[in-house]
Every structure is written in structure tokens, then in C-alpha cells.
T-cell receptor
Framework: AQTVTQSQPEMSVQEAETVTLSCTYD???????LFWYKQPPSRQMILVIR??????QNATENRFSVNFQKAAKSFSLKISDSQLGDAAMYFC????????????FGQGTTLQVKP | DAGVTQSPTHLIKTRGQQVTLRCSPK?????VSWYQQALGQGPQFIFQ???????QRGNFPDRFSGHQFPNYSSELNVNALLLGDSALYLC??????????????????FGSGTRLTVV
């Protein structure tokens, strides 16, 4: 069975600084997707970034980038130039490369951004 | 742009009662998945509906059941409520044969959830 682990329950960062959130996963499959979702107090899950396992190049979306280490089964999220609006719960998630694949989430990391 | 709509927003029920939660998927999406999120935890997959049939199911008892209607909307039913069923219930919609090139169009769109409290 696939599992996703986030070992940092809470993180904090100073506004405009950079922070990295960690995620490891376990799977026996070779083709899958990895995601980072943001959940603000409004509760809605917002997709931040995704990575296809077959791609060696790390995904980037504006201030958000990932460090995808397939052999180590590691998938960290780097947030550059942190903003107050980045404060939220962040979830790492895994999905098989299937059109109806379910998402498997980690336990989440609460990110605090200090002004 | 109509995203995923869930109703009601909050709900309080008594142990042993039954509850029905509703979800309208994003316009154009044909698949609905339900997740249970306990306080401070990551969401857990309950089940997924496509073409009005349950396609996948997570590790949840038969007290949890669902339905998908011809207009793709969905209901989650929970019978014989337990205190442990108190959680945020999230609905996510997707398109089975959708685009994989756009981040904003790809994958799952989540609703804001229904907060269920069982007392």
C-alpha cells in the first residue's frame, strides 16, 4: 500500500524568506503523480504544484518549486519570498497514474509566516 | 466559474442518526470523490463515483454509502452515526479524460467541505 509521510507538524518562516517543507512517500509503482495542496482556514484544498514521476525536471510554479528525488522517494516543497497569505496547512499527496486514481495524503504541515 | 459546491456547510447530529451530505461538481467534471478529514489530519479517501457507479472505495464501513446522479452531482450518506464520524467531509471533482497540461485544469477540484459534528 502506498503511504505519504510529512514529518514536520509545524514550520515557521519570516516574511520574504524561504522555507522548505518535507515529504516522503512509499510505493512500489513507477508511474505516479505527486502534489502539494494548500488548505487555508477557508478549508478548501488548493492545488499548489504537481510533479509527474516520469519527469526528471523539478516542477516550478512562480514562487513554489519542488525537489523530487525519485530513488529516495522524497518530494519537498520550497516556498521562496514567503508572503503572509502563504500561511496555511500544506499537504503532500500521491496518486497513481490512473484516470480515476485516489489521492493519498500526508498528515500535513502547518506553516506560519511571521511579519 | 462554478467550482465545487457542498451543502450544508455545518451540521450537528446525534449519535445513531443518519446524515446526507451533498456535492455539486465543477462544471464539466464527471467524477466525484469523497474524503473524510479529521481535525489536524490529512484527508482520507472514502469512495469515488463515475458514471453513477462506485468505482473505488477506501477503508470505510458500509455505514458510508453514496450516490451519483445523472447530472454528476453526488450524495454521501452515513448511517448510525458515531462520535468518531465527526470530521470535515470534502468533495472533489475531476474529469476522467481531462487535460494533463494545465495545472489549473488538471486533477481534482475541492469544495470547502461540510463540517459534521456528532454529539
Amino acid at each position: 500500500a502506498q503511504t505519504v509521510t510529512q514529518s514536520q507538524p509545524e514550520m515557521s518562516v519570516q516574511e520574504a524568506e524561504t522555507v522548505t517543507l518535507s515529504c516522503t512517500y512509499d510505493t512500489s509503482e513507477s508511474d505516479y503523480y505527486l502534489f502539494w495542496y494548500k488548505q487555508p482556514p477557508s478549508r478548501q484544498m488548493i492545488l499548489v504544484i504537481r510533479q509527474e514521476a516520469y519527469k526528471q525536471q523539478n516542477a516550478t510554479e512562480n514562487r513554489f518549486s519542488v525537489n523530487f528525488q525519485k530513488a529516495a522517494k522524497s518530494f519537498s516543497l520550497k516556498i521562496s519570498d514567503s508572503q503572509l497569505g502563504d500561511a496555511a496547512m500544506y499537504f503532500c499527496a500521491y496518486r497513481r497514474r490512473s484516470n480515476t486514481g485516489k489521492l493519498i495524503f500526508g498528515q500535513g504541515t502547518t506553516l506560519q509566516v511571521k511579519p | 466559474d462554478a467550482g465545487v459546491t457542498q451543502s450544508p456547510t455545518h451540521l450537528i447530529k446525534t449519535r445513531g442518526q443518519q446524515v446526507t451530505l451533498r456535492c455539486s461538481p465543477k462544471s464539466g467534471h464527471d467524477t466525484v470523490s469523497w474524503y473524510q478529514q479529521a481535525l489536524g489530519q490529512g484527508p482520507q479517501f472514502i469512495f469515488q463515483y463515475y458514471e453513477e457507479e462506485e468505482r473505488q472505495r477506501g477503508n470505510f464501513p458500509d455505514r458510508f454509502s453514496g450516490h451519483q446522479f445523472p447530472n454528476y452531482s453526488s450524495e454521501l450518506n452515513v448511517n448510525a452515526l458515531l462520535l468518531g464520524d465527526s470530521a470535515l467531509y470534502l468533495c472533489a471533482s475531476s474529469l476522467v479524460w481531462g487535460s494533463t497540461t494545465s495545472l489549473t485544469d488538471y486533477g481534482y477540484t475541492f469544495g470547502s467541505g461540510t463540517r459534521l459534528t456528532v454529539v
